[in-house]
């Protein structure tokens, strides 16, 4: 099994960075690949980025240049530094997790989410 957490949602104001956090739990050594997507109200779920196991990183074009993916392999915890944020930012923002238990998957567990609220 496997479980992500993550911390660090808040209301910031626009132009403002935020760093969100996703702690896993659990068969931590089964993961591949961690990522960050996000909902905003009424629309549909976006992807945001992800890093791999051997720490490359890809991220949507919409965040390319402001928001920053890392982990702390020690702690099994990977980042979401968000940087000139802007209304349009504003999400719940959920972490994902894809791993390989043996004779299964790929499968993908996901955290519950923490709300970022960008205000003007």
């Known amino acids: 099994q496997l479980q992500l957490a993550e911390s660090g949602g808040d209301l910031v104001q626009a132009g403002g960075s935020l760093t969100l956090s996703c702690a896993a739990s659990g068969s931590v050594f089964m993961i591949t690949t961690t990522g960050w997507s996000r909902q905003a109200p009424g629309k549909q779920r976006e992807w945001v980025g992800s890093i791999t196991e051997d720490g490359n990183t890809k991220y949507a074009d919409s965040v390319n240049g402001r928001f920053i993916i890392s982990k702390n392999n020690t702690s099994n915890t990977v980042y979401l530094q968000m940087n000139s944020l802007n209304l349009e930012d504003t999400a719940v923002y959920s972490c994902?997790?894809?791993?390989?238990?043996?004779?299964?998957?790929?499968?993908?567990?996901w955290g519950r989410g923490t709300p970022v609220t960008v205000s003007s």
């Open positions: 994902y997790a894809d791993f390989s238990p043996g004779g299964l998957g790929p499968l993908r567990a």
